[in-house]
């Protein structure tokens, strides 16, 4: 999540502020390529794993279902605040900018705002529940997925809706690779370096003559960042303050992800970003700036949470009780402390997706 937070910072805030031929600019838009690359197939890639109990066969395809539902509502919910956050605040220029009621219920269906991810976790679990409905082997939807993948790089217009179908691949890898994954997450320091070099390895025949327009390249590029990130990040949580921090925004997902844009849309109707322009003139301010912003937007989505989570029923972060009661049945009530704080939406398939 930390990376999706940064990303949006570099593209939304540093580059149409400042340029990109800052100080820093030619290493930030290094880093850029690499979480273009790696930010959203580890989410789904998480996602499918948290998912993956209720969805491989023998799974509670009714637990499934309502994380379906909890997550569309959750869309549904967030695209509305948007739509008046827009409307309050917004201007053409902002991320994502939609301001009428008929761009709202076209979003209901085809998505063209941040809450993309949120979409596709509530179409991709009826997806994998059909399959295993209709008894379709695993790796046979895994091959299909990666068609479509393919198939959507090449003659795809790059909207949002047909990235919702690229990268199910990615989820689909989670729910029936998440044995696998969990195995390369606990990998030994020689491994996650090993994993972690066959990432960068990619990454860098991307930058290449051959390697720039690859298709086959940029598909191995993002599946391997789904090891490498899983095991660099055990590694990393070895140390005690890394992995409480880690642990506390991982566990609010769902929050910051869906705060993230209104802190930034807020930043460039208010702030007067221009005013540090002289400043991104040395190496190490430019360098440090999009990491700080983030960090600020990051601990304010948190206090906004924690605030908002108090509304009673929690409407903005959870499923309503009583149409979860009504999807689970009477026996299989899943009562979990986190409904409280508002992590359980993203736990519709991603909850601790951005730790």
Known sequence: MIAVVVFHVLIWVHDPVFGTET?????????????????????????????????IRG???RKALSR???????????LLIYLLLFLLVGTPGSPHYFDSLNGFLTQLVVPDTTLWFIFALAVYIPVVL????IRLP?????????????????E?????????AEHFVFFASGVFGAAALRRAAAAPLWLA????????????????????????????SSLASIPAMAAVAHQVCRIAPVARAAGFIGARTLPVYVLHPVVIVCILAFGRQEALGPFVDSFVVDALYPLVLSAVIIVVCLTAENLLARIPGNPLFALPESVRRRILGPRRQDTTATRRRGRAP???????AGG
Do not use: H, K
Request: charged share 10%; with cysteine.
């Open 23 to 55: 100080a820093a600019g030619p290493v930030l838009s290094r880093v850029n390529a690499l979480l273009g690359t790696l930010r959203m197939p580890v989410l789904f890639a998480l996602a499918g794993i948290l998912a993956s109990p209720s969805l």
């Open 59 to 61: 799974g509670d395809a």
């Open 68 to 78: 379906s539902v909890s997550s569309y509502y959750l869309y549904v919910v967030w």
């Open 130 to 133: 059909a399959a295993r409905a």
């Open 138 to 154: 695993p790796p046979v939807l895994l091959v299909l997925a990666v068609v479509v993948w393919f198939v959507l790089q090449s």
């Open 156 to 164: 795809g217009d790059g909207s949002l809706l047909e990235r919702c």
């Open 193 to 220: 370096g090993l994993f972690s070099a066959v990432f960068l390895a990619l990454m860098a025949l991307r930058t290449t003559d051959i390697g720039a327009q690859n298709e086959a390249l940029e598909f191995m």
């Open 346 to 352: 993203l736990d519709a398939g991603a909850g601790a």
